[in-house]
């Protein structure tokens, strides 16, 4: 398997644009995580679902970032509209939806709003 | 708030000695343990995990202990090797779900 597949790698939009982060997880795997990096929190657990049910949504900061899970295949994390404080890593991870199992990370995108 | 903290941002060993890297945590249902991982510009990767009915766990160069009472973990490299020099984070995560809760991470160098 590929692993987890981010898109894009790299994304420097306008404050006030809409951002859109996608992420393919592991074939087989039923939960799904959404996080933000950043110096003063680290990894920030924003949103995760199990099979493509979002679960927690505790950690989304704002209205302004929305997630979906249309299929098993395919995420997506929406910010509307975007700020410059919102420039982070965002990483995907996925794994078994089983207790005391690792998740595995997508290789995350930069995002920079300017 | 943060429930997993790691309170040393970085730190520098030198090659062969041993690297400890400590995290606490205040949750009392986190019964699962994690360390990963980091290097630039890349994800992080699941480096050895420990459960809560354990207090030691080893793999290779890579021991951690668990301390249930004080809410503590600790990661051991020994020897350690340039190639370790990393970020590594800790994460928890308990058993009413399979969420996992990050610290801040410590940057570690090591030096040839």
């Known amino acids: 398997d590929a692993g987890v597949i981010q898109s894009p790698r790299h994304e420097v939009t306008e404050m006030g644009q809409e951002v859109t982060l996608r992420c393919k997880p592991i074939?087989?795997?039923?939960?799904l995580f959404w996080y933000r990096q950043t110096m003063m929190r680290g990894l920030e657990l924003l949103i995760y679902?199990?099979?493509?049910?979002?679960?927690?949504d505790s950690g989304m900061p704002e209205d302004r970032f929305s997630a979906k899970m249309p299929n098993a295949s395919f995420s997506t994390l929406k910010i509307q509209p975007s700020e410059p404080r919102d420039s982070a890593v965002y990483f995907c991870a996925s794994s078994l939806a089983l207790l005391n199992t690792e998740a595995f990370f997508g290789q995350g995108t930069r995002l920079t709003v300017v | 708030d943060q429930q997993v903290k790691q309170n040393s941002p970085s730190l520098s060993v030198q090659e062969g000695r041993i690297s400890i890297l400590n995290c606490d945590y205040t949750n009392s249902m986190f019964d699962y343990f994690l360390w990963y991982k980091k290097y630039p510009a890349e994800g992080p990767t699941f480096l050895i995990s420990i459960s809560s009915i354990k207090d030691k766990n080893e793999d290779g160069r890579f021991t951690v202990f668990l301390n249930k009472s004080a809410k503590h973990l600790s990661l051991h490299i020994v020897p350690s090797q340039p190639g370790d020099s990393a970020v590594y984070f800790c994460a928890a995560s308990a058993n009413t779900g399979n969420q996992f809760y990050f610290g801040t991470g410590t940057s570690l160098t090591v030096i040839p």
């Open positions: 679902f199990n099979n493509n049910v979002p679960i927690d």
């Open positions: 074939s087989g795997h039923n939960s």
